[in-house]
């Protein structure tokens, strides 16, 4: 079946501007997570999803990060005021409800000019 | 708070090497462990995982096997191919709820030469 994915694949934006990445979990999937991955370093954990609400946004690293999940299927990151720090590959995951294993998608590569 | 710690790469070995790659963690209490892949051009997957102390995961011919004393999860293969070519990522997390957030290390590229 169709994996985890995400859009778009890169991003180019100038500082400043608003974005949004989109994820497409796999069907039937309850748990939806937010990663960001910076150059050199592992994924950071940013917004946990149990259906539609965020159980746990304790990783957003300050108020311009906002995500949504309207429907408890697919899930949009929202970044206000961006700035060249934010630039970063940004990871969606799934997974099923009381199951530790996650399922992530390609990622999307934004860039802050 | 929690943390991985994985050995500093790049690592660079010929084909039928033998592979170890260390990585020990900090956490309170008992999290699961695991080691996701990153192959050039993909997404993180899942190789392995262990979920409590003695627990040895495998797949692919790795295995790792969760040691509390030691508070490690090292990464380990007999013999590794050009196709083992990746970055590898040690991680933990704990069962809150339902809630499985991922601590991760670092990452370790691996290069397999023919």
């Known amino acids: 079946g169709a994996g985890v994915s995400q859009t778009p694949s890169n991003k180019v934006t100038e500082k400043g501007k608003y974005v949004e990445l989109r994820c497409d979990p796999i069907s039937g999937h309850t748990a939806l997570y937010w990663y960001r991955q910076s150059l050199g370093q592992g994924p950071e954990f940013l917004i946990y999803f149990q259906g539609t609400g965020a159980a746990d946004d304790s990783g957003l690293p300050n108020d311009r990060f906002f995500a949504v999940r309207p429907e408890g299927s697919v899930s949009t990151l929202k970044i206000q005021r961006t700035e060249r720090g934010d630039s970063a590959v940004y990871l969606c995951?799934?997974?099923?409800?009381?199951?530790?294993?996650?399922?992530f998608g390609p990622g999307t590569r934004l860039t802050v000019l | 708070g929690n943390s991985v710690t994985q050995m500093e790469g790049p690592v660079t070995l010929s084909e039928e090497a033998f592979l170890t790659i260390n990585c020990t963690y900090t956490a309170t209490g008992y999290p699961s462990l695991f080691w996701y892949v990153q192959y050039p051009g993909e997404g993180l997957q899942l190789l392995l995982k262990?979920?409590?102390?003695?627990d040895k995961g495998s797949n692919k011919g790795f295995e790792a096997t969760y040691r509390k004393e030691t508070t490690s999860f090292h990464l380990e293969k007999g013999s590794v191919q050009v196709s083992d070519s990746a970055v590898y990522f040690c991680?933990?997390?704990?069962?809150?709820?339902?809630?499985?957030?991922?601590?991760f290390g670092k990452g370790t590229l691996l290069t397999v030469n023919p």
């Open positions: 262990a979920t409590k102390a003695d």
């Open positions: 995951a799934s997974g099923q409800q009381g199951v530790d294993t996650q399922y």
């Open positions: 991680a933990l997390s704990y069962s809150g709820g339902s809630n499985y957030k991922l601590t």
